[in-house]
């Protein structure tokens, strides 16, 4: 991890001590005296609290832009690391389950800096008077995608708290992988001239748990795109090993992934919506809760984003793997608007798609 010359964010110019004085726009932290939904999903109410609080309380000098996985170079090998928590409501969904949920996470958050998992950890909160055989059922489609995706569950802890003081069940993961010595992908990494790609068809997820949660009836069912990456991501990386930004648009969905990766890396990013891939009922359910697919979560897609020259290749590979048949060139990262995603509409003109606040479905992960 490289050092920074100058103080985090958030931190005082002289002590480097955390300060509520300095943190600013665009919803300044300090104007929340307490938590809000907002801030755990994945928008801007998020970044302000990992830049002004978390960070420069455990890595005042980390300049290292914030991806799905922290990537540590250890003698002999390097390896990636990734924690998680999932409190999805409900805990069984069509397409999966939060024990599921919490091995694609996971081996998906490796998966979006290269890395082939390994292990995962997981730490169990479970609330009094849960039914037994609802946890059983949890646990045995957990155990079943650890078994799919080739990675093992190696250790954990199991607490339990007062009925009315929990959700049923919370799951905490931590996932290791290994990771090639000449791999290096992240947000960073995207330039003028690269094609984006986006693997499937967007908001699968986030309609299947909010039809579920609101027990919504759309035509024909929605159901979960929960699954485990790796093996797409390792596909491409055959055909096209000079990757430069991977990411999977779970909380917030292409919409906050696309914000963030333009932010990082000082680029405009433009698309055209026409060709994002959205199911008729999924699109028919957003329109119905007046939501916006771009922002609607998911759970078994990612974007990549690669050199022009290697655009081709890439999306064949993709569309050669089952989780990929789907997949689509969706734009181009220009050096127009640095910072900004830029959409075509259907209708020929622009729209500035901004980072969102909050989050339209709360507890979808």
């Known amino acids: 991890m490289s050092v920074a010359t ?17 943190w600013v726009c665009p919803l300044p932290l300090r104007d929340y005296p307490a938590i809000v939904m907002g801030h755990g999903g994945g928008g801007q109410l998020s970044a302000e609290l990992v830049q002004h609080l978390f960070r420069p309380a455990f890595a005042p000098n980390a300049t290292d832009a914030l991806g799905d996985a922290a990537v540590l170079s250890l003698p002999g090998t390097r390896i990636a690391c990734t924690t998680d928590t999932f409190v999805v409501q409900p805990l069984e969904f069509p397409g999966g389950t939060i024990g599921s949920l919490a091995v694609h996470g ?27 055989a609802q946890l059983a059922r949890i646990v045995r489609d957990m155990a079943r995608a650890a078994h799919d995706a080739g990675v093992r569950i190696v250790c954990g802890d199991t607490k339990v708290v007062e009925r009315g003081h929990g959700d049923g069940v919370y799951i905490n993961t931590t996932g290791i992988g290994a990771l090639a010595e000449n791999l290096h992908i992240g947000p960073e990494r995207a330039r003028p001239g690269d094609v984006v790609l986006l693997s499937g068809h967007i908001g699968d997820h986030g309609m299947a748990i909010m039809s579920r949660r ?18 797409l991501v390792a596909d491409l990386l055959a055909a096209v090993p000079d990757v430069h930004v991977l990411r999977d648009p779970t909380r917030g969905g292409v919409a906050a992934s696309l914000n963030e990766i ?10 055209d919506e026409q ?9 028919a359910a957003c329109e119905v809760l007046g939501l916006d ?3 609607v979560a998911n759970e078994g897609k990612l974007l990549a984003i690669v050199p022009p020259e290697c655009a081709e290749r890439a999306l064949e590979a993709m569309r050669a793997h089952a989780l990929g048949t789907q997949a689509a060139i969706i734009g181009h990262v220009v050096a127009d608007h640095p910072g900004m995603l830029v959409a075509r509409t259907g209708l020929g003109a622009r729209r500035v798609i ?11 992960c």
């Open 6 to 22: 100058t103080p985090a964010a958030g931190a005082h110019p002289e002590t480097g001590h955390i300060t509520m004085d300095t």
């Open 106 to 132: 996971t081996v998906n958050d490796l998966a979006m800096v290269g890395a082939r998992p390994i292990a995962i950890t997981a730490g169990f909160v479970l609330e009094e008077g849960l039914p037994m």
């Open 214 to 231: 609101e027990g919504l009836e759309f035509g024909s069912p929605i159901a979960s795109d929960s699954a485990a990456l790796h093996t």
């Open 262 to 271: 333009a932010g990082d890396a000082g680029v405009g990013i433009a698309i």
């Open 275 to 283: 060709v994002v891939p959205v199911r008729a009922t999924v699109r």
């Open 293 to 295: 697919p771009l922002f």
């Open 354 to 364: 901004t980072m969102p606040i909050g989050e339209q479905l709360p507890r979808i």
